[in-house]
């Protein structure tokens, strides 16, 4: 975490994105669950995430504005979701639909998806992945899985706001400082973890997906 | 009561709990969630786990009542309250309904019923001592 912030002192003043409002990542956990959804809201907040838990991948996307309704639909700007976190198995819309219908939005796609599952079935794994899906959770979903998801993601963040930043001005301030993999610090606590993608990283998705 | 006492007699159902295979690593994880800003976590996801599972213990026996059975609904159900009982750490409850699992999946009726009923049973023993373990952290919380 301290890399991650000494990074952000570093990028010019210009950078006016920060990874979310205040610093913190906004998370929108969809479970069917009434005691899963009680436990996720714990863990992401207490991972210092702002929370948003919904019963259905339906009220998922009426909150993210993409079901159509123009009503509800009160525009991108007031809707900032860094993380989905969704349930597979849910009555009407899986968390696969949900996951598809995301990566069809040109406004949503590029918002990461972790799966949650109860089941370790391999096939479902790789449709999720091959979906687009981030990572696949199994549950019951532990505090270190979603500390390790929100590393990743900040670092995420930060790394786009260094592409916006060098797009901007060709400084030499905007050279990545050599920032650690995503594996080396993950690597551990993935050991214990009950993640299925083990370190997180780009490499190892697309390994996955060029299996087809 | 003592406030000692009380605490020392949780503490043991707790780790009769844990020792007899009621409950598992989950719950511990639970209890690591639980702090001062959130001093009653625990008892308020358990107590969501009560509401869940008496609403789909209810779906179940009803579906066993209907004729024809049937065993989508009951598999789906199962499904559910395994989920349930994994989250909150309910090992013994949650291997009982593989059982279950597997007799849907023949639907074999009879042993459906049967394994049931133990699921019940199970349910309810559980029940009662998380009862017991929360009200006398309750009681020595009340003292001093």
């Given at each position: 975490m301290a890399g991650g912030e000494v990074l952000r002192q570093n990028l010019p003043e210009k950078l006016e994105e920060s990874p979310s409002g205040a610093n913190e990542l906004h998370v929108l956990a969809v479970d069917d669950s009434l005691v899963d959804r009680k436990v996720i809201e714990r863990l992401l907040k207490i991972s210092s995430c702002k929370v948003t838990v919904v019963e259905s991948g339906t009220r998922a996307l009426q909150y993210l504005g993409l079901d159509g309704d123009k009503k509800s639909?009160?525009?991108?700007?007031s809707v900032k979701v860094n993380l989905i976190m969704t349930d597979?198995?849910?009555?009407?819309?899986t968390g696969y639909d949900l996951l598809k219908k995301i990566k069809e939005s040109s406004v949503f796609r590029e918002i990461p998806v972790v799966i949650m599952s109860s089941e370790n079935i391999l096939t479902r794994i790789d449709r999720c992945l091959e979906e687009g899906a981030e990572d696949f959770l199994l549950k019951p979903v532990k505090l270190s899985d979603v500390r390790r998801l929100k590393d990743f993601i900040m670092k995420g963040e930060v790394k786009e706001g260094e592409k916006r930043c060098c797009k901007r001005s060709r400084s030499e301030d905007c050279s990545p400082s050599p920032m650690t993999h995503p594996c080396d610090s993950s690597l551990l606590s993935s050991l214990s973890s009950?993640?299925?993608?083990?370190?997180?990283?780009p490499s190892t998705l697309s390994s996955k997906k060029s299996r087809l | 009561m003592d406030k000692v006492r009380l605490q020392r007699e949780a503490a043991f159902i707790r780790s009769s709990l844990l020792d007899q295979g009621y409950l598992d690593e989950q719950f511990i994880q639970l209890e690591e969630l639980q702090?001062?800003?959130?001093?009653n976590f625990v008892e308020e996801v358990v107590t969501l786990f009560y509401t869940d599972s008496a609403r789909l213990i209810y779906n179940i026996d009803q579906a066993l009542l209907s004729?024809?059975?049937?065993f989508t609904k009951l598999d789906d159900y199962m499904h559910q309250f395994k989920g349930s009982c994994s989250s909150i750490g309910a090992k013994k409850v949650k291997n009982e309904c593989n059982g279950f699992g597997e007799y849907c999946e023949v639907q074999n009726y009879d042993g459906c019923f049967r394994t049931f009923q133990q699921i019940k049973q199970e349910y309810i023993t559980l029940k009662k001592k998380l009862e017991t373990y929360f009200q006398l952290l309750k009681e020595a919380a009340q003292i001093k």
């Open positions: 639909s009160i525009g991108f700007d597979y198995s849910m009555p009407g819309m009950s993640s299925v993608l083990s370190p997180l990283s | 702090d001062n800003d959130n001093p004729n024809p059975t049937d």
